[in-house]
């Protein structure tokens, strides 16, 4: 995007290239061989490369600690590089980290997982978020012998072409057409295997009635990356409810919400039950994971060989290691034990930074609002937004320009803009990230852009 910068945001960016040569020279020498940031919507204000990190901190290549808030995208819930995961990883180490054969400790992460959210009855292994959503849907539509999934506007999960749709923005909010993300999804996914749902919205209900003899699963995000919102459970339960009348099997995709709004995740937080749950993230203590759970009789086609009619495929040549396996366990064990201490704690911690930053707002009359639920952050540059179909209308020149500000004041937010603490955040810490907030916004004010 293209900014006008003002005095201020000139400052910054001058502060910012002379702290971190380093990490532009990097940034010069990667770009003809990686064609993008690893994930390209993670981009920072401005390139920079992290040699080491613990706790709240990360610090760059050229010796500057930032405070994190990215946390990995939110698996770091316990902080980086947290004690009893790195312990039990050095364990394992020392015993091995071979892949396939069966290991001995897979059971035992499936067992945590079971404790956290009871309709985990069985537990499948894989690598990411993105395998686990797409597992999920294809077990679905094994289970009842449906092909269309339903997923909401706003919801993300992960980068399948299966999930790579969206509200076409140009269609009536209360029945969205579905668009896809980017190019190169075939258009037959779009056409013959989606349903756009509109978020927080009765007219779901609707639709999802209207098309129930086709639909093998309706797909949400106990709490959405866009939109982060701790009031939404009456329509979570709702949603919960038709889709059982209707026959059509729920799953919470609990990627981001799994082991951060409490042990039990989202389920938990807003007392509701799904048939599927998709995990990741946060489940191996910040190694890639994802895994796909469900209430027996769902996952039942997983116990037959693919070469059954009624078996399903999965594959995966790491899912399920030794190692990821030890660090889940280590951090799920911790957090479990820690349950009445951490998420209280947690969740506490992260109304307050949101009440700092919405009150500077509101004192100062300024159009962004900090939505959060439990320890989940977006900010948006326009007040009142409760789902993506609000955004028209956002201030994005401020937006961009107030990530460069916070990170020119010691605090790290990348370009997706969600952002996650963690158990290791201070209260210090807090007081520190929600003044350089409103430093922030009042350089961004001053350069009359908000
Ligand atoms: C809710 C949700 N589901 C699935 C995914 C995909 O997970 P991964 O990035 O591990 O593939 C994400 C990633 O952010 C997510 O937020």
Redesign the pocket.
């Known amino acids: 995007m293209n900014v006008d910068v003002g005095t201020r945001g000139a400052e910054a960016r001058r502060k910012l290239a002379e702290m971190t040569p380093t990490s532009a020279a990097m940034n010069e020498k990667s770009a003809d061989l990686l064609p993008v940031e690893i994930v390209p919507t993670f981009e920072m204000p401005s390139p920079l490369y992290i040699h080491s990190a613990e706790g709240a901190h990360v610090t760059d290549v050229d010796g500057n600690t930032f405070l994190d808030l990215t946390m990995g995208?939110?698996p770091h819930v316990l902080g980086h590089r947290p004690k009893v995961v790195e312990d039990a990883m050095h364990e394992q180490l020392g015993r091995t980290w071979h892949l396939v054969l069966k290991n001995d400790r897979q059971h035992e992460l499936a067992e945590l997982i079971r404790e956290a959210a009871p309709g985990a009855e069985k537990t499948v292994f894989c690598n990411?978020?993105?395998e686990a959503?797409m597992y999920g849907m294809r077990i679905a539509r094994a289970h009842t012998g449906k092909n269309r999934v339903a997923v909401f506007d706003g919801c993300?999960?992960?980068?399948h072409d299966y999930a790579l749709v969206k509200a076409d923005p140009a269609s009536p909010r209360s029945e969205p057409t579905a668009k896809v993300l980017g190019n190169g999804v075939p258009d037959t996914i779009r056409d013959d295997t989606m349903l756009v749902l509109p978020y927080d919205d009765l007219a779901a209900f609707d639709l999802i009635r209207r098309h129930k003899a086709e639909l093998a699963v309706v797909m949400v995000?106990p709490v959405q990356?866009s939109v982060p919102r701790a009031d939404v459970g009456p329509f979570l339960q709702e949603l919960r409810d038709v889709c059982r009348e209707c026959g059509v099997l729920y799953l919470l995709?609990e990627?981001?919400t799994g082991f951060r709004l409490g042990f039990g995740g989202g389920m938990e937080y807003f007392d509701v039950d799904a048939d599927l749950m998709?995990w990741?993230?946060a489940l191996a203590g910040g190694m890639p994971i994802?895994a796909l759970s469900g209430k027996s009789d769902v996952m039942a086609p997983l116990g037959k060989t693919w070469g059954d009619p009624e078996g399903v495929f999965l594959g995966g040549t790491f899912s399920g290691n030794p190692l990821t396996m030890a660090a889940g366990i280590a951090a799920l064990t911790h957090m479990r034990d820690h349950r009445d201490t951490i998420y209280p704690k947690l969740n506490e911690q992260a109304d307050r930074l949101a009440a700092i930053v919405n009150g500077f707002c509101e004192e100062r009359q300024i159009g962004a609002e900090l939505h959060n639920a439990g320890s989940i952050f977006h900010m948006h540059f326009k007040r009142g937004i409760r789902t993506s179909r609000d955004f028209e209308g956002s201030n994005h020149e401020a937006e961009q320009e107030f990530y460069v500000h916070l990170m020119a004041r010691g605090v790290i937010v990348p370009g997706i803009h969600l952002f996650f603490t963690s158990t290791e955040h201070t209260p210090e810490d807090i007081d520190t990230i929600g003044q350089a907030f409103c430093d922030a916004l009042q350089d961004v004010r001053d350069d009359g852009l908000i």
């Open positions: 995208a939110g990411s978020g993105t959503t993300y999960h992960g980068a995000q990356n995709d990627v981001v998709t990741g993230k994802g």
